[in-house]
């Protein structure tokens, strides 16, 4: 099931004893382009603080309006506070998942460390496990490089040829948290068209210039399946995407699903 980020915005997140707020933007790592976090007001609950909630801590498959995790509001109360002004750092990272007992997202061969999806059952760290990973991994590059998903709505996407639209906003993947693409409005080349493109075909991001470089050319796009945001996207029109495109689809390559289901699949 894939949803767009702009639909997340504002929906309810419920602890198991109550409400905690509601989503005001997410955080996905610009390596992977998979949400890390959801950035949560807490409203009239903990004036003027703002909490970040791992998919980690959902359960189920997200919902339409409300999102339920598996903390309790004494849990949130006592997580690590953060500052949306500023970048989320490593070592606010580390202390974040020592907190609540979670994996380090980083260290693993899936895309959330030992685990292809977060929904899968959380082994638990044994005294000292997460410190002597860290250890292991240290001359890594411990730059989370995550970017608000709010302030990268907007940015141009230029193509091999030309400029192609702007990002309108990003669809994602209920299972992974993958950003499976950027929706694209053509507005000024092709008017009231919208066209998808996947994070696997930018070749780079230039964050200063506020603008995405794919590898694709515009004739590529305009002969690409049009977008309907009003229709949920299924994977017929995937799979004539990626054919029309001539690349790998990444629902046949990445880890399957416990229900033997490719991850995505609507």
């Known amino acids: 099931m894939l949803r767009t980020a702009g639909d997340l915005k504002g929906v309810t997140i419920e602890a198991m004893d109550g409400d905690i707020g509601s989503v005001q933007d997410l955080y996905f790592d610009d ?9 949560v007001d807490t409203g009239t609950w903990l004036p003027g603080r703002q909490v970040l ?26 997580s690590p506070s953060i500052d949306t002004d500023r970048p989320v750092d490593r070592q606010r990272e580390i202390a974040f998942s020592q907190y609540y007992g979670y994996p380090y997202y980083w260290v693993g061969p899936y895309r959330w460390g030992d685990l292809a999806y977060p929904t899968l059952p959380i082994a638990v760290p044994q005294p000292g496990a997460l410190e002597q990973e860290l250890l292991a991994h240290q001359r890594e590059d411990t730059d989370p490089h995550l970017r608000s998903a709010r302030d990268v709505m907007g940015y141009y996407i230029h193509a091999t040829d030309g400029d192609l639209g702007h990002v309108e906003d ?9 950003i499976r ?12 068209r919208k066209v998808l493109v996947s994070p696997e075909w930018i070749q780079r991001v230039s964050w200063e210039e506020s603008k995405v470089y794919v590898d694709l050319s515009k004739r ?40 033997g289901k490719a991850n995505g699949k609507t």
């Open 31 to 39: 390596h992977t382009w998979t949400v890390r976090y959801l950035v």
């Open 53 to 78: 909630i791992s998919p980690f801590a959902f359960q189920v498959v997200p919902g339409a309006s409300r999102l339920r995790t598996s903390l309790t509001k004494e849990q949130v109360k006592g």
């Open 181 to 192: 693409y950027c929706i694209v409005d053509t507005r000024n080349w092709l008017p009231g």
């Open 220 to 259: 590529h796009i305009e002969d690409a399946p049009e977008f309907d945001p009003s229709v949920p996207l299924g994977r017929e029109h995937e799979e004539r995407l990626y054919t029309h495109l001539g690349r790998a689809k990444y629902w046949e390559r990445e880890p399957r699903t416990p229900e």
């Open 170 to 178: 990003f669809l994602v993947d209920a299972e992974t948290w993958a």
